[in-house]
């Protein structure tokens, strides 16, 4: 008995042998002595690799408001129609301040139910009914947007909504090109310092890979319909300040020697 389990556990032992020389590839040498082990690395795993950042400070040219009409009304047909009017005026007082029907998209509408919990018969009632119409307004005249906002807060009345005003650039074609320059030139500076510290000569980039982005400026503060003062006569300041276009390199350079 012990000499046929002896046997077995030979046999297993060989098996387990054979199967570890049998992974042997040409790329790794798993079946050596841990002193003879050998990777070959992927090719682009290879050389130096650096991240450029090219950054451009520019003036927006372009503003969207995000604005609207919230309406509450105990019928859905009041509330409607209440909105309607009021959304009405206030598409004429964009129109009537240059602002092409091209750029003005509705961005959301609803009717919803307004509830409330009655604790007599401890159940939600309904109460009413909202109207909500929403649109996104592009202005291109920077300079007029403290009084196209004055004159969409007086169309709209109590019932108006300016959710955000989003600065950015309408064309940065222009600035990408100069971020670009700026991104390839701190990729080179930075791959070659590398190359320095290695004591290795610098190649040729191998692999280019490229990011952007334009950081949106959103000013604080939401209007919600408060009313305006009647001896207000000063526009309302909004400034668009500057914003950062932000472009990043990924290169990949060989190495000589």
Same mark, same amino acid.
């Given at each position: 008995?012990?000499?046929?389990?002896?046997?077995?556990?030979? @046999?297993?032992? !060989?098996?387990?042998? !054979?199967?570890?020389?049998?992974?042997?590839?040409?790329?790794?040498?798993?079946?050596?002595?841990? /002193?003879?082990?050998?990777?070959?690395?992927? /090719?682009?795993?290879?050389?130096?690799?650096?991240?450029?950042?090219?950054?451009?400070?520019?003036?927006?040219? @372009?503003?969207? @408001?995000?604005?609207?009409?919230?309406?509450?009304?105990?019928?859905?047909?009041?509330?409607?129609?209440?909105? =309607?009017? =009021?959304?009405?005026?206030?598409?004429? =007082?964009?129109?009537?301040?240059?602002?092409?029907?091209?750029?003005?998209?509705?961005?959301?509408?609803?009717?919803?139910?307004?509830?409330?919990?009655?604790?007599?018969?401890?159940?939600?009632?309904?109460?009413?009914?909202?109207?909500?119409?929403?649109?996104?307004?592009?202005?291109? *005249?920077?300079?007029?947007?403290?009084?196209?906002?004055?004159?969409?807060? *007086?169309?709209?009345?109590?019932?108006?909504?300016?959710?955000?005003?989003?600065? /950015?650039?309408?064309?940065?074609?222009?600035?990408?090109?100069?971020?670009?320059?700026?991104?390839?030139?701190?990729?080179?500076?930075?791959?070659?310092? @590398?190359?320095?510290?290695?004591?290795?000569?610098?190649?040729? &980039?191998?692999?280019? /890979?490229?990011?952007?982005?334009?950081?949106?400026?959103?000013?604080?503060?939401?209007? *919600?319909?408060?009313?305006?003062?009647?001896?207000?006569?000063?526009?309302? &300041?909004?400034?668009?300040?500057?914003?950062?276009?932000?472009?990043?390199?990924?290169?990949?350079?060989?190495?000589?020697?």
């Amino acid at each position: 008995m012990k000499r046929n389990i002896l046997l077995a556990a030979s @046999l297993a032992l !060989v098996i387990a042998m !054979v199967g570890l020389c049998g992974c042997t590839t040409d790329s790794t040498s798993f079946g050596r002595l841990p /002193s003879s082990l050998e990777v070959n690395l992927n /090719s682009q795993q290879e050389g130096i690799w650096v991240t450029g950042q090219g950054k451009v400070a520019v003036v927006p040219d @372009l503003a969207t @408001l995000s604005l609207g009409i919230e309406a509450q009304e105990a019928t859905v047909a009041e509330a409607q129609a209440q909105a =309607a009017e =009021a959304m009405d005026r206030v598409m004429t =007082a964009l129109t009537d301040n240059d602002v092409e029907e091209k750029d003005i998209q509705t961005q959301y509408f609803s009717i919803r139910q307004v509830t409330k919990w009655d604790s007599d018969t401890e159940e939600e009632i309904v109460v009413g009914y909202r109207v909500t119409n929403k649109v996104n307004a592009k202005i291109r *005249e920077i300079d007029k947007i403290g009084s196209i906002i004055d004159a969409v807060a *007086e169309a709209g009345g109590d019932l108006t909504r300016l959710d955000s005003i989003n600065f /950015s650039v309408d064309d940065p074609s222009d600035y990408y090109e100069e971020a670009r320059q700026k991104a390839m030139a701190d990729a080179k500076a930075k791959a070659e310092q @590398l190359a320095g510290l290695a004591g290795v000569t610098l190649g040729k &980039p191998t692999c280019i /890979s490229e990011g952007m982005q334009i950081p949106p400026v959103y000013p604080r503060g939401v209007y *919600e319909g408060a009313p305006i003062p009647a001896e207000a006569a000063l526009t309302t &300041p909004i400034s668009p300040g500057e914003t950062e276009l932000s472009l990043t390199i990924q290169v990949a350079y060989a190495i000589l020697d």
